[in-house]
């Protein structure tokens, strides 16, 4: 019954909300812009403030080395993006845990350094959760924040790093400058160059540059570009009906609410996504739902307002938010933040210390690569005498679509393959077409490479980079059993027709994620019992 109302409802706001709804450019009888030269044009800013994969727990901790560990642990997220991935790990942490826990996050960008500092200082200050909570989540996903968290950045957050900038006013610019804070039973410590304190001070310090209505316009002139209509109509085309309302309208205001709950207290620009000259930074596409499991969203209870996945993403990320400041505060972590290249981490960094390590994919090609990766990453992974469960967790987001040639796409492609008879069962024809451009032959050739078996290529890959040889020479190994990532999380589990098979399959679809996404996990070889790959 809920359903049907939120369907009932999202239906009279918008033809959006309607089976009758067409794209722009069927209604106009237009080649769409992503034809041709516009198929892989990213639009607006370049920074990746939000993750673009599903968070993971790192360390699963029962499943490794027991829920009864009596040891300190050492987490390094070497490209850490933002907090998702260390959110997800310590909530994961069984209540049986009770010793200490060393968490390092490095990322190359600045930006994204200086919003998970500003975020951990909240946590780490604001003793009431909720207030915490809220205030975090705000500036983590919303493009306008509340007069009760400027408050916050100012009294909590801006004296702290005033103090830092301060002290180090007249020293060379030269070298890196640590600064830890010390919170009851927890610990932030920060090393950054000179300049990048100077900066970390200017992101709570531009809170009146650009004016509310200013910013609104700045954004939406990128979330909203007239010139990206026809991209965020085949984006719809993949929602299904219900949610298509929702995200319209997190494009059109950018604050992560449930839909009904009022919006006129959020009238600040939030700081940390604005650059200096106001223009608003991320790519059009960005989406703080392709950050974590749409399955576990789509799950979480919105009241009657099923449709309102945004809704859904509130609650689910505040509850994360809130279990995660509940065990910040109880347990003894000492957290540090670094911002640097990660092929220079191990400068800085103790050789055999780490219990897991998580590279994000830089171990794709266009970043480190595994070669590097594994040679100058690895040797900071613990030894198998002192941890036989310690892992590096490698992603590769890009290394299937960048081995394909041109051959191997027309095969998987093709009509005949077992790839396009197995779509024909999720996607069987209801309606004559009107043309090449309709919307059902655009979404079938999208779909293919969710039912797609790319295995083939992946292991080609591996082959030809001489990726188990090298790693031989490293006394590395590839884990035969993996016990954090299954290899290909975001591959379909279910055949059609089972129960459950089409929903899996539409989740997927409007997920954001293609299937190809492989995470491979690995093991330092004792010297002392080298074993065959």
Known sequence: MAN????????????????????????????????????????????????????LDILRLESNEGKDYAENL?????????????????????????????????????????????????????????EAADCILHLWYSAHIREAHIDILESRVRPLIEDVCNKINDKSSNG????????????LRVVLEKP??????????????????????????????ESRKDYRDRHMCFLPISYRIPFVKFREDGILLPFGQPRHEFQFPNPTFFRDDGSWNMKDSADPLHGWSLEDVVNTSSGPAEADLYGKLFYYVREALQTFLLQLS???????????????????????SFSRIEVSNISDSGWLGIHGTLGLIMPLLQSPLKNPHATLITLFMNAIEESMTDQDRLRKASWDSP????????????????????????????????????????????????????????????????????????RLKLRPGQPGAQDEFERQLASGLTGKERYLEWRRISLTAKQPF
């Open 196 to 225: 990048s304190w100077i900066r970390l001070a200017s992101f709570v310090n531009r809170l009146d540059r650009v004016s509310n209505e200013q910013a609104k316009k700045l954004r939406t002139d990128t979330t909203l570009a």
């Open 74 to 130: 050492c987490l390094l997220f070497a490209a850490s993006g933002d907090l998702r991935n260390l959110i997800m790990t310590i909530n994961g942490l069984p209540d049986t845990y009770d010793h200490s826990i060393d968490i390092t996050l490095n990322d190359m960008d600045f930006d994204i350094v200086a919003r998970n500092i500003i975020l951990l200082l909240i946590a780490l200050t604001v003793e009431q959760v909720n």
């Open 176 to 187: 890196l400058f640590g600064k830890t804070w010390k919170f009851k039973q927890s610990s």
């Open 4 to 55: 049907i109302l939120a369907k009932t409802v999202v239906s009279s706001w918008s033809p959006l909300g309607r089976e009758t709804w067409k794209p722009a450019w069927v209604a106009e009888d237009r080649v769409p812009e992503f034809m041709g030269g516009g198929i892989g044009v990213q639009f607006g800013g370049k920074k990746y403030l939000w993750g673009n994969i599903p968070a």
């Open 330 to 352: 109880s347990m003894n972590a000492s957290l540090n933040l670094f911002q640097m290249d990660a092929s220079l981490l191990p400068e800085h960094l103790e050789k055999d």
């Open 419 to 490: 790839a396009t008879k197995t779509l024909m069962k999720y996607l069987p024809p209801t309606r004559r077409l009107s043309s090449r451009y309709d919307p059902d032959i655009i979404k079938f050739n999208f779909c293919r490479e969710l039912v797609t078996n790319y295995d083939d290529i992946f292991n080609q890959y591996l082959r030809k980079l001489k990726v188990f040889e090298f790693a031989s020479l490293f006394n590395v190994e590839m884990k035969k059993k993996q016990t954090i990532m299954d290899k290909s999380p975001y």
